[in-house]
């Protein structure tokens, strides 16, 4: 199956700082990235997704840049505030191996004020 | 509201007894799935369908059924506990396509004694 790496593990930011979270997937087939967001006690959400026929997406102060090529996207926030404290997933969805989604193994981003 | 909602949230159980967490969702999806989050391994996916009386294994099957009968419902079975099912579960669901926002559960934990 598909094998996707998460770095960091964890990441600490103090409030207003930019934080970068990168995930590198094996399959050149994937074609769908989404990223999960975790608050403590409840279910990820989605927050923002790309695909693979675009190379950056924008919603607010969250951004994905998906590079094909190196097999690599990011997630990055910027001006972060508190409430964007949580875990955050990663996930692929590679076309040709069946109907299934691929986590990273998380990152724990802290704001701190 | 749209929402997938699992049951029990929190159990304490001994090995070997068989126990079911049970999944609705209420957003006529046709594909479902579940997880185990563990420390450092992040979300890896047990079972899913894509629709009543299909169901498919993921990465980490062993020790788990499930069932589709109807296409709200998604139960994960453990027909005989072992310590190491010590875990949290999601269920998730998602429209027809499956490249599209996966909607979580609010997690059932689970330790085996």
């Known amino acids: 199956g598909e094998n996707v790496e998460q770095h960091p593990s964890t990441l600490s930011v103090q409030e207003g700082d930019s934080a970068v979270i990168k995930c590198t997937y094996s399959d050149s087939a994937s074609n769908y990235f989404p990223w999960y967001k975790q608050e403590l006690g409840k279910g990820p959400q989605l927050i923002i997704d790309?695909?693979?026929?675009?190379g950056e997406k924008k919603d607010q102060r969250i951004a994905v840049t998906l590079n094909k090529t190196a097999k690599h996207f990011s997630l990055h926030i910027t001006e972060t505030q508190p409430e964007d404290s949580a875990v955050y997933f990663c996930a692929v969805f590679p076309r040709n191996t069946g109907n299934q989604f691929y986590f990273g193994t998380g990152t724990s981003l802290t704001v701190i004020p | 509201e749209a929402q997938v909602t699992q049951n029990p949230r929190y159990l304490i159980t001994v090995t070997g007894k068989k126990l079911t967490v049970t999944c609705s969702q209420n957003m006529n999806h046709e594909y479902m799935s579940w997880y185990r989050q563990d420390p450092g391994l992040g979300l890896r996916q047990i079972y899913y369908?894509?629709?009543?009386?299909?169901?498919d294994k993921g990465d980490v099957p062993e020790g788990y059924k499930v069932s589709r009968k109807e296409k709200r419902n998604f139960p994960l079975i453990l027909e005989s506990p072992s310590p190491n099912q010590t875990s949290l579960y999601f269920c998730a669901s998602t429209r027809t396509g499956v490249t599209g926002e996966l909607f979580f559960g609010e997690g059932s934990r689970l330790t085996v004694l």
């Open positions: 369908s894509m629709n009543v009386e299909v169901t």
């Open positions: 790309i695909r693979s026929n675009v």
